[in-house]
């Protein structure tokens, strides 16, 4: 069974343009988490989808930053126009559901770098 | 809100030694913590929960947590350390507990050290 599957793993892109991460939940999971880690800090919690619908978005910034996880195909994270304080590392999570005893999945991450 | 905290930044340990990582939590409610470790350029890996129970939790790869409510703290703990234990650790509760959602807060990690 592949684990969460992220790519790509490392992403440059400069100021202005536009960055897509993708996130492929481990085999029969619906709820996926993007969280986001700042160089020198843990990681701080972005959005919360199910297939379809966002559940949570409240850790994402309101511009800029979208997030889907479609019927078929896996969640995207997507950052428009980025500048450099959008550098970072973006991982995401997936779980069987929400009940205390489902724990979290992380995937490797995608490092962005914006020059 | 809820919170975590990580008080040390490093942590430094002899191989063969017991170590422990610190965290302490703030939340309303029951609390459901999490431990997890992170290798370089690498995502993040569940070693441990505590949801109710036992306060003695015992997790991946010989690691173990105490949960201590009236201290409010879940200190990681391994009784003989590894140089292969040298990561970063990171200790998080639920922002939700028996809620609908699951994210997690985390702290801001440990840096753990293990010289041969």
């Known amino acids: 069974n592949a684990g969460v599957m992220q790519n790509p793993r490392h992403l440059v892109r400069r100021r202005g343009q536009e960055a897509r991460l993708r996130c492929s939940p481990m085999k029969g999971h619906s709820h996926v988490y993007w969280y986001r880690q700042l160089p020198e800090e843990g990681l701080k919690f972005m959005v919360y989808l199910q297939k379809e619908n966002i559940i949570d978005e409240s850790g994402m910034p309101k511009e800029r930053f979208s997030a889907e996880f479609p019927k078929e195909g896996p969640s995207i994270l997507r950052i428009q126009q980025v500048v450099r304080g959008d550098s970072a590392a973006y991982f995401c999570?997936?779980?069987?559901?929400?009940?205390?005893?489902?724990?979290?999945?992380f995937g490797p991450g995608t490092r962005l770098t914006v020059t | 809100a809820q919170s975590v905290a990580q008080p040390e930044d490093q942590v430094n340990v002899a191989e063969g030694n017991p170590l422990t990582v610190k965290c302490t939590y703030s939340?309303?409610?029951?609390?459901?913590l999490f431990w997890y470790v992170q290798y370089p350029n690498r995502g993040l890996q569940f070693l441990l929960k505590y949801i109710t129970g036992d306060n003695l939790v015992k997790g991946s790869y010989g690691f173990e947590a105490e949960f201590n409510k009236s201290q409010t703290s879940f200190h990681l703990k391994k009784p003989s350390a590894l140089v292969s234990d040298s990561a970063l650790y990171f200790c998080a509760v639920r922002d939700t507990p028996g809620g609908s959602q699951g994210n997690l807060i985390f702290g801001k990690g440990t840096k753990l050290s293990v010289k041969p």
């Open positions: 939340v309303s409610g029951n609390p459901y």
């Open positions: 999570a997936s779980s069987l559901g929400t009940a205390s005893s489902y724990e979290q999945y």
